[in-house]
């Protein structure tokens, strides 16, 4: 907890003067006579776009999309009719790609920091090798690993490389990135396609065969569903994984359904691999894989999320790992917002709606935590000057509130409806019962991380993974290698 009681300071100094400077201000405004209304109503308005989307995208969620089967041409008139009502309001699917070529030899990297991940990394390696099937070509799992020293597991590890002769073991020297990790791992992968994870993911048997339906035609890059599995920890690794079932779920399946577009998200993704190896990695950047996927669609590539596509992680197991992790997503999200944001506008390969949703996710989101804190000084301001708070008769500001407060809970009603794991209705009672304070949360991580963004803070703090955590494995079972016939797979939910 010590590392992140150093940032007490920051956390009373930004919101000192996010709110208490404004709330001086608009009191001094109000003293002065001027009504503060339309400042209010722009902030409102604000909340009212982000609900807006939010109801947009979980309705979009809610329905089977690149799941729907070939439209059978005996189908009655109703049907008929059923299925071009649902064309013309945007939610019948599209029809899911079906393998015509086998699938591919396939790679693995996976990508460790021994020190840290010790104690899971054999058990990821094993649950690879033994559950994930294997393409006529063969499978081919390169560990990509550093560590200041040698460590007794590095033995058990080359003795695992002996029974299972496709385990590469890479120990890459000099390195202090996961980004380093992954691009020497480059230079000798041979895979056709190339699965991006991190040491604690355990992917489903199935996960190349379906990605390979997409990237057998015209995407690059296929990311797919994470699921925290060790969610009975804490409240807090419960909220954590209500809010991944939301993310990968409904909003990045939403993101790619809508603008045919997404991002990889540092693991389970499925790339061609010579596109990979002209991407690469830059270690320079706190979100490596974001930097990535800005680079791979300003390259003219194409990104798409399969939600059907699963693997299983640990989520921060304690307050402190959930501070540092967010922080770092927050201020590495705010430098590949700077760095790119202007580079979407110029691109030839943005469509005009691609480049107006990129502006939402970049700048809109960076901006949000910001803004939606100026609610609090004006109301703050209001109850100094008055002496209370006085109900609105404003038909605005009402309707902004119920929008904004009701798009929650909407989207927490679609999360249950296509949740990867059918948790137990109390898990999604007490998130929106925690919402609220999570929001707050985050929001206050986001401005830290803002904080140190100016200031040039930018050390990565590693999460810790231990045996330590409580983990809930995906029941899968162990399959043979796939015959050239057996390519084709079903649709995706």
């Given at each position: 907890?010590?590392?992140?009681?150093?940032d007490?300071?920051?956390v009373v100094?930004?919101?000192?003067l996010?709110?208490g400077v404004?709330?001086?201000?608009y009191?001094c405004?109000?003293v002065?006579?001027?009504p503060l209304i339309?400042?209010h109503?722009?902030i409102?308005?604000?909340f009212l776009?982000?609900s807006?989307i939010?109801?947009?995208?979980?309705?979009n969620a809610?329905?089977?999309r690149?799941a729907?089967k070939?439209?059978?041409?005996?189908?009655?008139?109703f049907?008929q009719?059923?299925?071009s009502a649902?064309?013309?309001?945007?939610?019948?699917g599209?029809t899911?790609?079906l393998?015509?070529?086998?699938l591919?030899?396939?790679?693995?990297?996976v990508?460790?920091y021994l020190p840290?991940?010790?104690d899971?990394?054999?058990?990821t390696l094993?649950?690879i090798l033994r559950t994930?099937?294997?393409?006529?070509d063969g499978?081919?799992v390169?560990?990509a690993?550093?560590?200041?020293i040698?460590?007794?597991?590095e033995?058990d590890?080359?003795?695992?490389?002996?029974?299972h002769?496709?385990l590469?073991?890479l120990?890459v020297e000099?390195?202090?990135?996961?980004?380093?990790?992954l691009?020497?791992?480059?230079h000798?992968v041979?895979g056709k396609?190339?699965?991006i994870?991190?040491a604690?993911?355990?992917p489903?048997a199935?996960?190349?065969?379906r990605?390979?339906r997409?990237l057998?035609?015209?995407?690059?890059?296929?990311?797919?569903?994470?699921i925290i599995?060790?969610?009975r920890?804490s409240?807090?690794?419960?909220?954590?994984a209500?809010e991944?079932e939301?993310?990968y779920?409904?909003?990045?399946?939403?993101k790619s359904f809508?603008?045919?577009?997404?991002?990889f998200g540092g693991s389970?993704?499925?790339w061609?691999?010579?596109v990979?190896?002209?991407i690469?990695f830059n270690?320079a950047?706190?979100?490596?894989?974001?930097d990535?996927s800005?680079r791979?669609l300003?390259?003219?590539?194409?990104?798409?999320?399969d939600r059907?596509?699963?693997?299983?992680e640990?989520?921060?197991?304690?307050f402190?790992?959930?501070?540092?992790?967010?922080?770092?997503?927050a201020?590495?999200?705010?430098?590949?917002?700077?760095?790119y944001?202007?580079r979407v506008?110029?691109s030839v390969?943005f469509?005009?709606?691609?480049?107006?949703?990129?502006?939402?996710?970049?700048y809109?989101?960076v901006?949000?935590?910001?803004i939606?804190?100026q609610?609090?000084?004006?109301?703050?301001?209001?109850?100094?000057?008055?002496?209370?708070?006085p109900?609105?008769e404003?038909?605005?500001?009402?309707l902004s509130?119920?929008i904004?407060?009701?798009s929650?809970?909407?989207?927490?009603?679609?999360?249950m409806k296509?949740?990867?794991v059918?948790?137990p209705?109390?898990y999604?009672?007490?998130h929106?019962v925690?919402i609220?304070?999570?929001?707050?949360l985050k929001?206050m991580?986001?401005?830290v991380?803002?904080?140190d963004h100016l200031?040039g803070h930018?050390?990565?703090?590693?999460?810790p993974r231990?045996?330590?955590?409580?983990?809930?494995?995906l029941?899968?079972r162990k399959?043979?290698?796939?015959?050239?016939?057996?390519?084709?797979?079903?649709s995706?939910?």
């Amino acid at each position: 907890m010590r590392k992140w009681t150093g940032d007490i300071p920051k956390v009373v100094y930004t919101h000192v003067l996010l709110i208490g400077v404004p709330t001086i201000f608009y009191y001094c405004l109000r003293v002065g006579g001027m009504p503060l209304i339309r400042i209010h109503m722009a902030i409102a308005a604000f909340f009212l776009l982000s609900s807006l989307i939010i109801f947009l995208e979980a309705t979009n969620a809610l329905f089977r999309r690149f799941a729907v089967k070939n439209k059978r041409s005996d189908a009655n008139r109703f049907s008929q009719f059923k299925q071009s009502a649902k064309s013309v309001l945007g939610v019948s699917g599209n029809t899911s790609y079906l393998s015509t070529k086998p699938l591919p030899r396939c790679s693995f990297l996976v990508a460790a920091y021994l020190p840290n991940e010790q104690d899971i990394i054999l058990d990821t390696l094993k649950h690879i090798l033994r559950t994930v099937q294997r393409s006529a070509d063969g499978l081919e799992v390169i560990l990509a690993y550093n560590t200041p020293i040698d460590l007794p597991v590095e033995d058990d590890l080359r003795r695992l490389a002996l029974v299972h002769p496709e385990l590469r073991l890479l120990r890459v020297e000099g390195s202090h990135s996961k980004a380093e990790n992954l691009n020497a791992a480059l230079h000798i992968v041979t895979g056709k396609i190339t699965c991006i994870l991190d040491a604690d993911h355990l992917p489903a048997a199935d996960c190349f065969v379906r990605a390979w339906r997409w990237l057998e035609h015209d995407y690059d890059v296929v990311q797919g569903r994470n699921i925290i599995r060790n969610h009975r920890h804490s409240l807090l690794t419960l909220n954590i994984a209500i809010e991944f079932e939301t993310l990968y779920g409904v909003s990045h399946a939403a993101k790619s359904f809508l603008t045919d577009s997404s991002i990889f998200g540092g693991s389970n993704g499925y790339w061609r691999t010579e596109v990979l190896q002209q991407i690469r990695f830059n270690p320079a950047m706190l979100t490596e894989d974001i930097d990535a996927s800005m680079r791979t669609l300003l390259s003219g590539y194409r990104i798409l999320h399969d939600r059907s596509i699963v693997t299983t992680e640990l989520a921060p197991a304690d307050f402190n790992s959930f501070w540092f992790q967010r922080k770092r997503w927050a201020q590495g999200w705010l430098e590949v917002s700077f760095k790119y944001q202007r580079r979407v506008w110029k691109s030839v390969h943005f469509t005009l709606w691609q480049k107006i949703y990129w502006t939402y996710l970049l700048y809109f989101c960076v901006l949000y935590s910001l803004i939606a804190l100026q609610i609090l000084p004006l109301l703050i301001s209001l109850f100094l000057y008055q002496g209370d708070l006085p109900a609105s008769e404003n038909p605005f500001l009402w309707l902004s509130t119920v929008i904004t407060f009701s798009s929650g809970i909407y989207q927490t009603l679609v999360t249950m409806k296509v949740a990867a794991v059918r948790y137990p209705l109390f898990y999604f009672l007490q998130h929106a019962v925690t919402i609220f304070l999570y929001t707050i949360l985050k929001n206050m991580i986001a401005v830290v991380g803002l904080y140190d963004h100016l200031h040039g803070h930018n050390k990565w703090v590693v999460t810790p993974r231990g045996v330590k955590q409580k983990r809930r494995t995906l029941a899968v079972r162990k399959a043979p290698v796939l015959a050239p016939s057996a390519a084709g797979v079903g649709s995706v939910k």
